[in-house]
């Protein structure tokens, strides 16, 4: 039997990936494009989204097989990491429900609207956040080398990605999203 810590990290993990199959079946039953135009070179782009899922997978690899590795944590630190993991699952589902079609990997070719009410009144980027969250959990519950330079790696070029998208948002919103920008923070 699997420890605790390790369950709970696979079933925000499932969590995760049957609301993804769930969004993308939404999104092909109304002929919605799900990838966006990239807000940095395609290659960077690339490389940070393969970084970041890269060391999810070796979380999730870690939390199906403990032994797998000789980087063991003690309990607690599972049990933390699993809380992480688990927060960031949480932020970035509800920053989903709430940008509803809107939702895109990259930019969007289609007019949308500016989103600043639930999550996304109290940070503009929730989903990078909760991204952000569940990297941070990945290297505290295999703490390894090459997983910390995936993770660091990933999240530093999403935090390009993100300057490129809010870029983006400044020119379609004007001055609507400069007053956003005053009210709410990039992250929290």
């Known amino acids: 039997m699997l420890p ?4 709970f990290i696979l079933g925000t993990f499932a969590l995760l990936g ?8 939404r999104y092909r039953g109304k002929g919605i494009r799900f990838w966006g135009k990239p807000t940095i070179e395609s290659w960077y782009f690339l490389s940070g989204k393969i970084s970041l899922f890269t060391s999810w997978t070796l979380l999730l690899f870690k939390a199906m097989l403990p032994a797998w590795t000789w980087n ?10 699993a809380l ?3 927060l960031g699952t949480v932020i970035m589902l509800i920053a989903f429900s709430h940008l509803g079609d809107a939702l895109r990997v990259g930019l ?4 949308t609207s500016l989103k600043t009410i639930g999550i996304y009144s109290i940070s503009r980027n929730p989903i990078y956040l909760g991204v952000f969250l569940i990297c941070i959990a990945s290297c505290v519950f295999f703490p390894n080398p090459v997983n910390i330079v ?7 070029i999403h935090h ?6 809010e870029k983006f948002l400044a020119g379609r919103f004007g001055d609507e999203w400069k007053k956003y920008t005053k009210e709410v923070r990039r992250y929290f």
């Open 4 to 7: 605790l810590p390790n369950l």
């Open 18 to 25: 049957f609301s993804m199959l769930f969004i993308g079946a």
């Open 72 to 81: 063991q944590v003690p309990a607690e630190v599972a049990w933390i990491a």
């Open 84 to 86: 992480i993991n688990g």
């Open 108 to 111: 969007p070719e289609s007019s």
């Open 150 to 156: 995936l993770a660091g790696y990933g999240m530093i």
């Open 160 to 165: 390009r990605i993100i300057l490129g998208e």
